[in-house]
């Protein structure tokens, strides 16, 4: 069973460009959720995707958004980087809605710093 | 708002001894709860779930935890530490409920370092 994966492992970028990352959900999930996690802290929630709508969102800006696709894969873009953008980007996949509050499984994540 | 707190930030035992995290969280629901785990170098792990039932549930490598509902906790144990043990330890929480969606809110973390 193949777990779940994120590109790249990490990323530099500067100030006011865009950035996106990938995660491939583990077999059989249908679930995708995204969290970031500054250093020192726990991850936080930035929004969960099911059968490829957007199925709830936690307290982060427009410029932060996603998508997922028919094979349940999914994409996080961020607009506009800021310096505080800089975090570990954590993809967790699970194997129903979220609303059930399954399993969530994670992916090694992806490290932006920005410049 | 919904959150949950750890109560030990970081914890240094030596092998053998006894472990007790502390986790308690703000929400007057039905929640599910876990504990992960994060090794060096590794990404977050399950250790253990509870979702219904015995509130006192096992995880892998010899963890424990107990829920009690009365006092929106949710401790992990383990009896005997190892060096292997050495990781970063997070509680999360999930809300149940209509306007949830299933969202994990963790707490802050603890750095549990174990000297041999």
């Known amino acids: 069973e193949t777990g779940v994966t994120q590109s790249p492992t990490h990323l530099i970028k500067t100030r006011g460009q865009q950035v996106t990352l990938r995660c491939s959900s583990q077999?059989?999930?249908?679930?995708v959720s995204w969290y970031q996690q500054a250093l020192g802290q726990g991850p936080q929630f930035i929004f969960q995707y099911y059968r490829e709508e957007e199925n709830g969102r936690g307290n982060f800006p427009p410029r932060f958004s996603g998508l997922q696709f028919p094979n349940y894969s999914s994409e996080l873009n961020v607009n506009a980087l800021e310096l505080d953008d800089s975090a570990l980007y954590l993809c967790?996949?699970?194997?129903?809605?979220?609303?059930?509050?399954?399993?969530?499984?994670f992916g090694p994540g992806t490290r932006l710093t920005v410049l | 708002a919904q959150s949950v707190s750890q109560h030990n930030h970081h914890v240094i035992l030596s092998e053998a001894a006894s472990l007790e995290l502390g986790c308690n969280y703000s929400?007057?629901?039905?929640?599910?709860l876990f504990w992960y785990v994060q090794y060096p170098g590794q990404h977050l792990q399950l250790l253990l779930k509870?979702?219904?039932?015995?509130?006192l549930v096992k995880g892998i490598k010899g963890f424990e935890a107990e829920f009690i509902k009365s006092k929106f906790s949710f401790n992990l144990r383990k009896p005997s530490v190892q060096w292997s043990d050495t990781a970063e330890y997070f509680c999360?929480?999930?809300?149940?409920?209509?306007?949830?969606?299933?969202?994990?809110?963790f707490g802050q973390g603890t750095t549990l370092q174990v000297k041999p």
């Open positions: 077999s059989g999930h249908n679930t």
């Open positions: 929400y007057g629901g039905t929640v599910n």
């Open positions: 509870y979702f219904s039932g015995d509130p």
């Open positions: 999360a929480v999930t809300p149940l409920g209509s306007s949830n969606t299933g969202k994990l809110i």
């Open positions: 967790a996949s699970s194997r129903s809605s979220g609303n059930h509050g399954d399993t969530q499984y």
